[in-house]
């Protein structure tokens, strides 16, 4: 029989020779996750003696991980902008940039938007973030994959906001109301190469949607669709609000003045690198 510490290290190091990043993290996490426990819950019980039962529970989540499937997906939850969400391969995992892009938006919006359009809302992350941090406002949520609407749809219910976020399958724009007006558009839109998403880790290319990383041959192709028709769906004075690749900006900057938006600001994210680009 092992105690919880000892399948712990055991499989810390299972992990770290699978190339996993964090690797005693994970191992406490899928081990928590398994036994019913919170973190600090297993830090008090790491002598305890672990039965066959346990360890056959846990078995399988570890080798999901060995695979590289994200842990957050073997989890089936993660946390993000203070919220608990539901997360599967429905969707992209949200991730520390995007809860950014939020916090950013409740920095730079003064006056609280009344309406709101969250574009390729996959699990719902945006639009959820946004509706917790404005109370008021009615939040209309789009994506073009019913599975993923299926999934926002869920959290939309588990978070108590179904009744303030719509929820409408649209390619970008394409069926959102023609007279809808919004002070606020918030996107974060494929914006890698192929060659990109190529390079990124297995937990990403093997397990994640491709059609929500990858946006043609340079990565522009959905952003230059949102700049494009954005206008005619901006209030006066709107704001859009994008998360995109690092090397994006200069283009991005041309794109928005050629579309009629009168200011851009460029901002980092938390590596330093420019990640948000913002346009009224």
């Known amino acids: 029989m092992l105690t919880v510490l000892e399948v712990i290290k055991k499989t810390t190091d299972f992990f770290a020779a699978k190339g996993i990043d964090s690797p005693r993290l994970n191992a406490e996490l899928l081990v928590g996750h398994s036994l019913g426990l919170k973190r600090m819950q297993l830090y008090l019980q790491f002598e305890r003696m672990l039965t066959d039962a346990e360890l056959e529970s846990l078995r399988p989540l570890v080798r999901r991980r060995g695979l590289r499937e994200p842990v957050q997906y073997i989890l089936g939850e993660t946390e993000f902008f203070g919220l608990k969400l539901k ?3 429905r969707a992209l ?5 995007t809860e950014r892009l939020v916090e950013l938006v409740t920095e730079r919006v003064a006056t609280p938007p009344a309406t709101i359009l969250d574009l390729g809302t996959g699990s719902g992350a945006i639009a959820l973030g946004l509706a917790r941090s404005y109370p008021e406002a009615r939040v209309v949520a789009v994506d073009v994959r019913a599975e993923a609407l299926a999934l926002a749809q869920e959290n939309a219910v588990a978070c108590s906001f179904a009744e303030r976020v ?23 839109p494929p914006y890698l190469s192929a060659d990109e998403t190529a390079q990124t880790l297995p937990e990403v290319k093997g397990h994640e949607p491709a059609s929500a990383l990858t946006a043609g041959e340079d990565g522009l192709a959905d952003l230059r669709t949102i700049l494009n028709q954005a206008p005619r ?5 709107g704001m859009l609000a994008l998360e995109t690749g690092t090397a994006q900006h200069a283009e991005l900057a041309r794109l928005a003045t050629a579309a009629g938006f009168r200011r851009t600001e460029s901002h980092p994210d938390l590596a330093g690198r420019d990640r948000f680009f913002l346009a009224w």
């Open 233 to 237: 769906f901006l209030a006066p004075e």
């Open 87 to 89: 997360v599967d391969r």
């Open 166 to 188: 719509r929820l409408i399958e649209s390619n970008w724009f394409d069926a959102v109301p023609a007279e809808s007006r919004f002070n606020l558009v918030v996107a974060n």
């Open 93 to 97: 995992i949200p991730r520390p940039e």
